[in-house]
Nanobody, 126 residues
Framework: VQLQASGGGLVLAGGSLRLSCAAS????????MGWFRQALGKEREFVAA????????NYADSVKGRFTIARDNAKNTVYLQMNSLKPEDTAVYYC????????????????????WGQGTQVTVSS
């Protein structure tokens, strides 16, 4: 599967953005999807993940209550709605996919994902 992330940009603190990740290839519904981010000079970190059907999700504590991950399997797309953005959310955001069964903790591990998009920059100014 190939992944194409979009929707990044520059936004003021407190604002919102919606990221999209479009997948090519077949059987999108067989892939667990995740969002990760990497700020300048920092390690890439987990943001959110969603199970194959969309019935299960997991979030990093730093984004819980502000970000929402969702998917539309008919459109081969996963979304990350980001509200109440903070300057510390500034990073390159990556979507990732892997063909596996959902397991809540394992879904947070970037080493579990074999397919990655190119990243989209999100910049939050104060």
């Amino acid at each position: 599967v190939q992944l194409q992330a979009s929707g990044g940009g520059l936004v003021l603190a407190g604002g919102s953005l919606r990221l999209s990740c479009a997948a090519s290839g077949r059987a999108f519904g067989n892939y667990v999807m995740g969002w990760f981010r990497q700020a300048l000079g920092k390690e890439r970190e987990f943001v959110a993940a969603i199970s194959r059907s969309g019935g299960n999700t997991n979030y990093a504590d730093s984004v819980k209550g502000r970000f929402t991950i969702a998917r539309d399997n008919a459109k081969n797309t996963v979304y990350l709605q980001m509200n109440s953005l903070k300057p510390e959310d500034t990073a390159v955001y990556y979507c990732a996919a892997d063909r596996k069964f959902w397991e809540r903790v394992r879904a947070t591990d970037q080493n579990e994902y074999h397919y990655w998009g190119q990243g989209t920059q999100v910049t939050v100014s104060s």
